[in-house]
């Protein structure tokens, strides 16, 4: 016979204070900022900082700054902060450079199909991705560079030397990544190769550009180049600063591959051999999907280096964004305390809106294909 039992409690247990919040403003502040007493420090320390430094950087750019319709007499008066009238009198200068501002329409048609042709691209669930793929890389560089020379179809013609500001930067930090990635690759591959000569042609390739710094590189292309050529040939400034930078960019490149091919287990190799693929088929759908995978991060470092980089053209005389500026600032006309600071405090901000959404984006990527551990 089975017996039910059941136990009844015959005391109450005693109240107790209700539980602590476990989350708000208070308990972030103590978990983050004071958690510790060095955290507490810290934490103070920073404010103090921020307190010091906050205020005059808001009166230089915001507070006390001349914004456009001001006049130069605003931006030389006494406490004055960053003269933004005068940034936006020459603001056409510093995306245009010399090109003359009747055909201001052909670099904004080249900046509207550039944006309208990337954009598809960047995006993975756009529709036609070949036909987007060939117009940007193929049908877009030599449309583009036709419109912006001139000289055809009626087009007047523009001398790279008139280009400039943020236009030629433009130009030289796409065609330098764009560029450097299939020669990258190649050159990752080629150091990987079983064959002796292929791999000791690239290991000297790669180590000669690394060995290089860029200065070096664009002297050499724009100044010693020359000596070599036949004589009577004349090869582009802004061609050659192009090439340089793209062979620089590709060593750099190669050896970021090609960490991400040393990082594949031997597996995935002998995996697409049994499979009987070609090693162009087995290299192509198979190891270097993986291997871009894994090494995103140091890709975009070096694109966002490379678009830093292209200021240096300023040095060989190509007026890039940062040359611009420096121009700029000995207009007189624009002449005040502020104004050699205005425009670099511009010139770094324009950096870092095209340096920031490279960064950015790449995040995005990797958390995109992060799907190796998930289940």
């Not at 006049?71 to 090109?99: H, L, S």
């Not at 944006?115 to 940007?136: D, E, G, H, S």
């Not at 912006?148 to 943020?166: A, I, N, R």
């Not at 192509?284 to 995978?293: D, G, V």
């Amino acid at each position: 016979m089975t017996t039910d039992t059941a136990y009844i409690r015959d005391e109450f247990v005693p109240e107790r204070p209700a539980p602590g919040r476990a989350g708000g403003p208070i308990m972030w502040l103590r978990a983050n900022l004071f958690a510790t007493p060095s955290d507490a420090i810290l934490t103070v320390l920073g404010v103090i900082f921020l307190l010091w430094a906050v205020p005059p950087i808001y009166n230089f750019i915001i507070g006390h700054a001349v914004f456009p319709g001001g006049t130069v007499e605003d931006c030389r008066a006494e406490g004055a902060g960053a003269c933004w009238a005068y940034i936006y009198a020459r603001f056409n200068f510093f995306i245009y450079g010399f090109y003359p501002i009747d055909q201001y329409w052909r670099p904004n048609i080249v900046f509207i199909l550039g944006a309208a042709l990337i954009l598809p691209l960047l995006i993975p669930t756009a529709p036609f991705k070949r036909i987007n793929a060939v117009l940007f890389f193929l049908v877009f560089p030599v449309f583009g560079f036709f419109l912006l020379s001139g000289g055809v179809f009626g087009l007047s013609y523009v001398p790279t030397e008139q280009w400039g500001g943020l236009l030629v930067t433009l130009i030289i930090s796409l065609v330098g990544i764009i560029c450097s990635i299939p020669l990258g690759i190649l050159l990752a591959l080629g150091r990987q190769s079983d064959l002796p000569v292929i791999k000791t042609l690239c290991v000297m390739f790669i180590e000669l550009w690394r060995a290089m710094p860029l200065i070096t590189v664009l002297f050499m292309a724009s100044i010693m180049l020359p000596l070599f050529m036949p004589t009577g040939t004349n090869v582009d400034k802004l061609l050659r600063a192009l090439v340089g930078v793209t062979l620089f960019a590709s060593a750099y490149l190669a050896e970021v591959v090609r960490g991400g091919l040393q990082a594949l287990p031997r597996g995935q190799y002998e995996a697409g051999a049994s499979l009987g693929l070609s090693y162009w088929k087995r290299t192509y759908f198979i190891i270097l999907p993986q291997a871009i995978k894994h090494v995103i991060p140091g890709i975009v470092n070096n694109f966002i280096a490379l678009f830093k980089d292209t200021s240096l053209v300023s040095i060989v005389g190509i007026f890039d964004l940062l040359n611009t500026v420096q121009a700029a600032s000995s207009d007189i006309e624009w002449a005040s305390p502020t104004q050699a600071v205005t425009g670099y405090v511009f010139a770094a901000f324009m950096f870092w809106i095209f340096c920031f959404a490279m960064s950015r984006y790449s995040l995005w990527m990797e958390r995109r294909l992060d799907t190796g551990h998930k289940r």
